[in-house]
């Protein structure tokens, strides 16, 4: 069964460091997401692809934080410098665009000290 | 803005209890809803959907009514096992928005 790819799993670094995460979607997915979710909270969208366009970033904080897709599959989310308050959650998820079902990866746990 | 409001948790049961998850909404026009579920480890898989008012998703025993009428998409099951321990979102999409809008979430845990 296909799913959504994501790497690492688990990232550890300190305050003011760059840290980078990677997303594969599932093949045929022209929409991918990154969500990013706080412990004790549900997901909050942070920038959304169609392809390799970006859809809406709204929630990105652009200062530190930058996302690309550059040939319209896999998709890495950087941060730099990394902050106390980033450590969370962060899931990628990739549809065929729409109301069709989002599709989830596990995720990368940052934490950031 | 768009929002969902779920029950506070954590929420436990005993095995073969019947389960409730409160869910509302606050959105403009006619949202699609949906519940999400995340076992430990794992991402958010999609548990049931509803589109339009009155529809009623189910999957695994589990079903939750479109209630435009009270804004509300509770989940329910009749008889809740150990292996539906996990965190339930409640979520909504606007075409307008094209974007989920996720609940806080449930962490659900069932004892034997």
């Known amino acids: 069964e296909a799913e959504v790819a994501q790497s690492p799993r688990y990232k550890i670094t300190e305050k003011s460091q760059a840290v980078a995460f990677w997303c594969d979607p599932i093949?045929?997915?022209?929409?991918l997401y990154w969500y990013r979710q706080i412990l004790g909270q549900g997901p909050e969208l942070l920038v959304q692809?169609?392809?390799?366009?970006?859809?809406?970033d709204s929630q990105l904080p652009k200062d530190r934080f930058s996302a690309e897709r550059l040939k319209g599959v896999d998709s890495t989310l950087k941060i730099q410098p990394a902050e106390l308050g980033d450590s969370a959650m962060y899931l990628c998820?990739?549809?065929?665009?729409?109301?069709?079902?989002?599709?989830f990866g596990p995720g990368t746990r940052l934490t950031v000290l | 803005g768009d929002s969902v409001t779920q029950m506070e948790g954590p929420v436990t049961l005993s095995e073969e209890a019947f389960l409730t998850i409160n869910c509302t909404y606050t959105a403009t026009g006619y949202p699609s809803l949906f519940w999400y579920v995340q076992y430990p480890g794992e991402g958010l898989q999609l548990l049931l959907k509803a589109t339009k008012a009155d529809d009623k998703g189910s999957n695994k025993g589990f079903e939750a009514t479109y209630r435009k009428e009270t804004t509300s998409f509770h989940l329910e099951k009749g008889s809740v096992q150990v292996s539906d321990s996990a965190v339930y979102f409640c979520a909504l999409y606007r075409s307008g928005a094209q974007k989920l809008v996720f609940g806080q979430g449930t962490r659900l845990t069932i004892n034997p």
């Open positions: 093949s045929g997915h022209a929409t």
């Open positions: 998820a990739s549809s065929l665009g729409g109301l069709d079902e989002q599709f």
């Open positions: 692809f169609q392809d390799e366009s970006v859809v809406d």
